[in-house]
T-cell receptor
């Protein structure tokens, strides 16, 4: 199957700094990617839909200025957590759908803000 | 609004016993239902989708539009089936998925 890769797998940052997470579709082009957030032993919550060449579509309650999404190419979407605070600590997962409409998920990024 | 409910957070069975993970959904359009599995320290991966009507690793799931359910079943559970299972509702038009809360399945030897 198709592969979606996230980088980094884990990151620790100081409160107030910004962190960028990359999501790449390695062997297919994805005009749309999705960013999810997962709390421990809880479900995945969709944060936003990343659209190649246009603005991301955010879910209700997700701060656009806090979670900046850029989808500059058909194989790369980035999520930047700006001015991170401890409450932003979480597991962030991206996914992309291939031409057969099957969703593939990245391995996730564990963000810890100290 | 889309909603997926998995009523059981934890489910424990013994090896060889039948297992059923429940999933109910709420959706005004034509639903696209999936089951995803997440094994320990691995990424989320697709187990099966209702339109395929196939059996993967012995698991099957039938979409019941009348009961708005998509329960996952396996007649004889194996220890390697122990994992987190998510039911998800999708839209072919928009591509995004709405996930249920997940069910942790533990199969005891």
């Amino acid at each position: 199957g198709a592969v979606v890769s996230q980088h980094p797998s884990w990151v620790i940052c100081k409160s107030g700094t910004s962190v960028k997470i990359e999501c790449r579709s390695l062997d297919f082009q994805a005009t749309t990617m999705f960013w999810y957030r997962q709390f421990p032993k809880q479900s995945l919550m969709l944060m936003a839909t990343s659209n190649e060449g246009s603005k991301a579509t955010y879910e209700q309650g997700v701060e656009k200025d806090k979670f900046l999404i850029n989808h500059a190419s058909l194989t790369l979407s980035t999520l930047t957590v700006t001015s991170a605070h401890p409450e932003d600590s979480s597991f962030y997962i991206c996914s992309a759908r291939d031409r057969l409409n099957e969703a593939f998920f990245g391995q996730g990024t564990r963000l810890t803000v100290v | 609004a889309q909603r997926v409910t998995q009523p059981e957070k934890l489910l424990s069975v013994f090896k060889g016993a039948p297992v059923e993970l429940k999933c109910n959904y709420s959706y005004s359009g034509s639903p696209e239902l999936f089951w995803y599995v997440q094994y320990s320290r691995q990424r989320l991966q697709l187990l099966l989708r209702h339109i395929s009507r196939e059996s993967i690793k012995g698991f099957t799931a039938d979409l019941n539009k009348g009961e708005t359910s998509f329960h996952l079943k396996k007649p004889f559970a194996q220890e390697e089936d122990s994992a987190m299972y998510y039911c998800a509702l999708g839209s072919t038009s928009y591509g995004k998925l709405t996930f249920g809360q997940g069910t942790i399945l533990t199969v005891h030897p």
